[in-house]
C-alpha cells in the first residue's frame, strides 16, 4: 500500500491532461497490451501445467485442489482491486498487477508439493484477478473519452495474447525446461509492462464528468441502490456467457473424442474453433456495436451462441460439431466485454469489479457442473447447458433494455 501510495505521488506530479487525440491513442495502445499480455502470461501457464503436475508428482486430485488457487486468489482479489483502483486509479493498478503477474508465473516451477503450488498459484491469481479489474476499468474510462465502443477491441487483444502464448508454449515445450520457459515469460512480461506502464502512467486516466451526484475523490460516484441491482445484472450477463466458455475450454475436445469417436489431434481442434472465432467477434465488435447498439449486440449475441452450442453438443459428426463451436465462439464473443464496459459506465471500478467477479464465477462453475450432469446424464446434454444459459443472458439483455446505459 505505501509503495502504490508512493507511486500514485510521483506520476500525478508529471502526468498530463488526457485531452488530446494523441494522447487517447497512446493510451489505447498501452491499455492494448496490457490484455495482450493478461491472455499470453496465462496461456503461457496453462499449457505447462502438466509439466508442473509432473515436477510436484501431485495426484490429478491434488492438483485440482492446488489450480483452486488461482480462483480463489482472483476472486478474492477483485473486488479489492476495485477499491485500489478507485483510491490510486486504474492506471498505477494495472501496472503493478502486470508486473506482479509477471514475476508470480515464475514461481510454480520451484515447487516441489501440491501444497506450495497451490500457495504460490495464490499469488498468481490475485494479480490475474487484480489486472483484469484494473485494464477494465482503465477500458471504461477510455471508451467513454474515445466516445467509440471499443470495448470488444481489447479484450480480441487478451484473445490473441492467449492464442500467441499458447502457440509459443507449444514450440517450446519439447525444447526448454518449464522453469526456463516460464522464466522467459517473466521477463516478456517485465519488459511489456514497463514499455506499456511508461506510456499508461504519463497520463491520468480520462474522467468524463457525471451529472447529478458528487464524484468521489477519484472522480467516481456511489451507486444507487438500483445501479447496483443493474450491476448484479450484467454480472449475470458475464456469468451466463462465461459458463460457455470454460465449460467448452474442459470438456469440448472430450465431447469431440468421447461422442464422435475424433483422433485426439482433432479433438483439440475443436476449442481452436471455438476461440479463433471469438476472436474474430471481438475484432468486428466495435464495428458491430456502432451499427446495431449494445442491446441488439447482446441479444443476437446470446441468442447465435444458444443456436451455435445447440448444434454442437447435438451433432451427428465432428465436423457439424466444428462449425457449432465456431457459432458458439461467434455468438459469445461481444457479450463479456459489453456486459464489464456498461457495468463500469454505472460505477467505474466497483462495477467493473462486481461484474467480473460474477463473470469469473461462471467460468469456475461451468467445468463442474458440465461434470456431473455428464454423470447424471450424458455429456451432450450437459453441454446444452451452455445453450440455456447463452439463451437466458440475450432474454435478460432484451429485458433490461430500457433500464441501462447507452443501450442503443
Known sequence: MPTLNKIRTAILRGQRPVSDTTALRRLRTALTLFFALDGFLFAGWVVRIPAIKEQTGASAGDLGMALLGVSA?????????????????????????????????????????????????????????????????????????????????????????????????????????????????????????????RALLAHPAPRPPRAGAAPDPVGRRRATGRERRLITVFGVIALCTAYGEGALADWGALHLEQDLSARPGL??????????????????????????????????????AALGMLIGSLAPTVWVAFAGFAVTGLGLANIFPVAIGRAGELAGPAGVAAASTFGYGGMLLGPPAIGFLADWFS??????????????????????????VRAG
Do not use: K, W
Not at 465502443?149 to 492467449?162: L, R
Not at 437466458?392 to 433490461?400: D, E, Q, S, V
Open 73 to 197: 486468489g482472483a476472486v478474492a482479489t477483485m473486488m479489492v482491486t476495485g477499491r485500489l483502483c478507485q483510491r490510486f486509479g486504474s492506471h498505477p493498478v494495472t501496472v503493478a498487477a502486470a508486473l506482479v503477474m509477471s514475476l508470480g508465473i515464475a514461481l510454480p516451477p520451484l515447487t516441489h508439493s501440491a501444497l506450495t503450488l497451490g500457495l504460490v498459484l495464490l499469488v498468481f491469481g490475485a494479480a490475474y484477478g487484480g489486472i483484469n479489474v484494473a485494464m477494465n476499468s482503465a477500458a471504461v474510462d477510455l471508451v467513454a473519452a474515445l466516445r467509440r465502443p471499443v470495448m470488444p477491441g481489447f479484450h480480441a487483444a487478451f484473445s490473441v495474447g492467449g492464442m500467441l502464448g499458447a502457440g509459443l508454449g507449444g514450440l517450446v515445450a519439447g525444447h526448454l525446461s518449464a522453469t526456463r520457459h516460464l522464466l522467459l515469460l517473466t521477463a516478456i512480461g517485465l519488459v511489456v509492462a514497463a514499455v506499456a506502464g
Open 267 to 304: 479433438a483439440a481442434v475443436g476449442y481452436s474453433a471455438f476461440a479463433l472465432a471469438m476472436t474474430v467477434g471481438r475484432l468486428s465488435g466495435t464495428a458491430l456495436l456502432e451499427r446495431l447498439g449494445q442491446t441488439r449486440v447482446l441479444v443476437a449475441g446470446g441468442a447465435t
Open 379 to 404: 455429456l451432450p446434454v450437459a453441454l446444452t447447458t451452455v445453450a440455456a444459459l447463452s439463451a437466458m443472458a440475450a432474454l435478460i439483455a432484451y429485458a433490461t433494455r430500457r433500464a441501462g
